[in-house]
T-cell receptor, first 115, second 116 residues
Framework: GENVEQHPSTLSVQEGDSAVIKCTYS??????FPWYKQELGKGPQLIIDIRSNVGEKKDQRIAVTLNKTAKHFSLHITETQPEDSAVYFC??????????????FGKGTHLIIQP | EAGVAQSPRYKIIEKRQSVAFWCNPI?????LYWYQQILGQGPKLLIQ????????DSQLPKDRFSAERLKGVDSTLKIQPAKLEDSAVYLC??????????????FGSGTQLSVL
């Protein structure tokens, strides 16, 4: 089955700086890669996703890049703000329809924004 | 738009007892998922429903876990008997569509289960 590795487990950055979280996956059939943000006591919230026919996607301060050859994808957050502090999860799905069936999640990155 | 509703928020039981969790998905969402999130890990899929039919239950420990979605809306997840290793947050999610580019998961806040 699919295996998703996520690094780092904890990331501390100064407010205003950029943060980068990296994930690798094992199954070359994976074609849908969402990122979730989880705040304390809440469920994961989808913040951005990318499909395998796209190399990069951007939404305001958040961007995701995908390298299918190397089987890795990354989340980039620019101009970090205190409200960005949370646990971030990457995930991968081999759903042939490009959907979210059978998502495999990474172990998460605890992002801390230092004021 | 109301989100995914789950209850209870917290549950503490002793091992070998039984417990049930309830989920009400976003209105109109045909696909419903139950995930288990152990402390310090990402969510793991337990079971997925499309309307009231099971799509994937390959990772559900069927000797002790069961789930149903009788009318294609609300769902319950049951554990009987519970073990210490079942301590986790149980997350319910729903999606408007299934197996397509618009299949996106919306999660509830979860039920935190502690087995003593």
């Amino acid at each position: 089955g699919e295996n998703v590795e996520q690094h780092p487990s904890t990331l501390s950055v100064q407010e205003g700086d950029s943060a980068v979280i990296k994930c690798t996956y094992s199954d070359s059939a994976s074609n849908y890669f969402p990122w979730y943000k989880q705040e304390l006591g809440k469920g994961p919230q989808l913040i951005i996703d990318i499909r395998s026919n796209v190399g990069e996607k951007k939404d305001q301060r958040i961007a995701v890049t995908l390298n299918k050859t190397a089987k890795h994808f990354s989340l980039h957050i620019t101009e970090t703000q205190p409200e960005d502090s949370a646990v971030y999860f990457c995930a991968a799905s081999t759903d042939p329809g490009g959907g979210a069936d059978g998502l495999t999640f990474g172990k998460g990155t605890h992002l801390i924004i230092q004021p | 738009e109301a989100g995914v509703a789950q209850s209870p928020r917290y549950k503490i039981i002793e091992k070998r007892q039984s417990v049930a969790f309830w989920c009400n998905p976003i209105s109109g969402h045909a696909t419903l998922y139950w995930y288990q999130q152990i402390l310090g890990q990402g969510p793991k899929l337990l079971i997925q429903f499309q309307n009231n039919g099971v799509v994937d239950d390959s990772q559900l420990p069927k000797d002790r876990f069961s789930a149903e979605r009788l009318k294609g809306v609300d769902s319950t997840l049951k554990i009987q008997p519970a073990k210490l290793e079942d301590s986790a947050v149980y997350l319910c999610a729903s999606s408007l569509e299934w197996q397509g580019a618009n299949e996106k998961l919306f999660f509830g806040s979860g039920t935190q289960l502690s087995v003593l």
